[in-house]
């Protein structure tokens, strides 16, 4: 499944919910909604929504509730997104222009800092307290990840280890939210399904990590050049970490020197991806990913049988054959 389309039982959830939020982000300020209206035509798959729906359904049913945890995760997941982009000084998201790029990176941090004052405001007015706990956890956590990524990236000392606890804290955390957040929604939700739910949400996000730093290797950009922005970066990803582990001491040197002191010269890039590659990092963190990802459908298949059931194991074939 390389393609991705929204699950059938949630289909007119997701029309709802968009349309809605759409309705609740705008504003009286000019500025803000020429932003959020770039925002809302660039926007990526709704995948967290989706899960926030998919798993209300497999535990129980959809309701308000659970509305508002799709709108406060989406919210959070944007707010994110904003921040980050201008942390990495990034131009581009999803090959369009960021919005740092586009309206510099005040804007793009008020910007971020008012989605996260809506979800807050929602969570209060809605008295969704349970939900707002469990995203406010995920904040602290994929801070601590963003800040561990960042030491690790500086001294050139990452372990496989320290990679799974940094992914785990900024990528899986907000999976781990919008699935906990969505079952906790339906109000039917047992312990043993929370549990069930929060399992599948934490393996699933490190599959859907681990699969972007394969992409941050094989991909191109928009202009056809390859990608490689973990390694200007110097970020130590699964791929380079296993690579590394292979060879003896003196090569390991050797490539993180390039890393360090030659990271925006072409030539030196393809040197550490050819690298990579011969030495069996990118199938090795794929064998990772679907290793991840079957133990996740195990654990989607302590839920009983229905259309919800069967569209979360889709999507998790889904986030093992990516290719963008």
Known sequence: MKEFSIPSCIQS???TFEEVFKKEIATSTRLLNLITSYILKTKGKQLRPILVFLSARMCGSINESTYSAAYMIELLHTATLLHDDVVDNAEKRRNFFSINALWKNKIAVL????FLAKGLLHAIDKQEFEILHIISNAVKEMS???????????????????YFEIIRKKTAALFIAAMTS?????????????DSIQKIAEILGLAFQIKDDILDYTSTNIIGKP???DLKEQKMTLPLLHALHKVPKNEQRHIKSLLKKHKNKHSKLQEIVDFVTNNGGIEYAQQ?????CNEAKQHVNVFPPSESRDAMINLIQFVSTREK
């Open 227 to 229: 990608a490689w922005n």
């Open 144 to 162: 601590e990840g963003e800040l561990l990524q960042v030491e690790k990236a500086r001294g050139l000392n990452n372990t496989e280890e320290i």
């Open 13 to 15: 959830d997701i029309i």
């Open 182 to 194: 969505g079952a906790v929604s339906s109000k039917q939700c047992s312990q043993q399904q929370k």
């Open 111 to 114: 910007v971020g800092d008012y």
């Open 288 to 292: 990772k990913i679907d290793e991840l």
